[in-house]
């Protein structure tokens, strides 16, 4: 059996506070292949950029509590020290964060900003790094690159400015691309676009891409697997046709269900989660999902609110739900598969 390119092993990260100890994330386990996209989706508050950022070792050691297992290319990194995570960050992996605008410096130029990472892992010349954002500005598609090298990040519109987050995020060609929702504000045309290039280079490079997102509709375009996370756990994982095709938690289906489908009438009003996620200071006992569910009762009187379900540790379509997969298959049959 080939040992995952990117393995993650019971990944815990928690924050103390002066109200109690924030379990950010508990047990989450995955795994990516070079070449494919994992896409992680959940609610705000659900651990997706929490877990991200521990991947990358950006979280302060002294407010942080880290436990588990990141191993990168055979390469443990919770125990890395920070000189080799600074050597690793950029060069072997690199993240496109949620909002360009507050990302880029406003102070200098694009092309300075790019070049600086190349110049860092390469010790190439000011000319070099120079010539480097120029070529990365012609490849993330931002057109009259050699003049506009020298723009500052106010002078881009918002998808341009993505670009630029792409093109210093892949100048080192790192092997991971974390992608934390790089189309967030972004309008559906200019999202198309993104992701498009996202996948361009993908497919030259074979680089390892995490995509975190709250759109389900970017997961199904981009994704080989998914990842479902809640209250900083995993619920659900599989390949992208399986799980979004035949989901079998009740909190992917409820996912699903507030989505806003082209074919529905206009009048028909989305179907969203009931309530509000849990505080992760004090998560709810058993299954952290119990409090919003409504199929507690049926999968047994006290069930979901005891012992925590674990996901099954197998590859393939796995879920943590007390459920029978007779009650799922029939509650999926008779009562989401249309609202889908």
């Known amino acids: ?16 506070t002066e109200d109690g100890v924030v379990h950010a994330v508990d047990g989450l386990s995955f795994d990516v292949e070079k070449g494919t996209t994992l896409g992680i989706v959940g609610e705000s508050g659900s651990g997706k950029s929490v877990t991200n950022l521990a991947i990358l070792g950006l979280h302060d050691p002294a407010y942080t509590k880290i436990g588990g297992e990141i191993t990168l290319d055979g390469r443990e990194l919770t125990r890395a020290s920070p000189r080799e995570m600074e050597r690793l960050r950029g060069n072997k ?4 964060f949620q909002d360009p605008l507050t990302s880029l410096s406003p102070y200098h130029t694009v092309g300075r900003q790019i070049g600086e990472t190349f110049r860092k892992h390469t010790g190439a010349s000011r000319r070099e790094a120079r010539d480097r954002a120029i070529e990365m500005l012609r490849r993330v598609g931002i057109p009259h690159a050699a003049s506009r090298v020298d723009d500052h990040p106010h002078q881009f519109s918002g998808g341009m400015r993505q670009r630029v987050m792409i093109a210093m995020a892949l ?12 189309t967030t504000a972004l309008d559906v045309t200019v999202q198309a676009q993104i992701l498009d290039l996202l996948k361009e280079l993908q497919d030259q490079s074979g680089t390892a891409i995490i995509m975190v997102t709250h759109d389900l509709g970017v997961v ?5 697997e998914v990842l479902v996370m809640y209250a900083g756990r995993a619920i659900e994982r599989g390949a992208v046709r399986e799980v979004l095709g035949t989901p079998r938690h009740p909190y992917t289906w409820g996912l699903l269900s507030s989505m806003p489908k082209l074919r529905s009438p206009v009048d028909v009003p989305l179907v969203p989660v009931r309530g509000t996620p849990p505080s992760l200071i004090n998560v709810p006992p058993g299954c952290p999902f119990h409090p919003r569910c ?11 609110r005891g012992e925590r379900p674990e996901l099954a540790p197998h590859r393939g379509h796995g879920d943590a739900c007390y459920l029978t997969p007779a009650q799922k298959r029939t509650i999926f049959t008779e009562q989401i598969k249309d609202k889908l």
């Open 93 to 96: 992996v690199a993240m496109i």
């Open 294 to 304: 409504d199929y507690t009762e049926l999968a047994g009187p006290g069930l979901c």
């Open 1 to 16: 059996m080939t040992t995952p390119f990117l393995s993650v092993r019971d990944l815990t990260v928690a924050f103390g």
């Open 171 to 182: 100048v080192c060609d790192p092997d991971l691309l974390i992608a934390d929702e790089p």
């Open 220 to 224: 199904a375009r981009t994704a080989h």
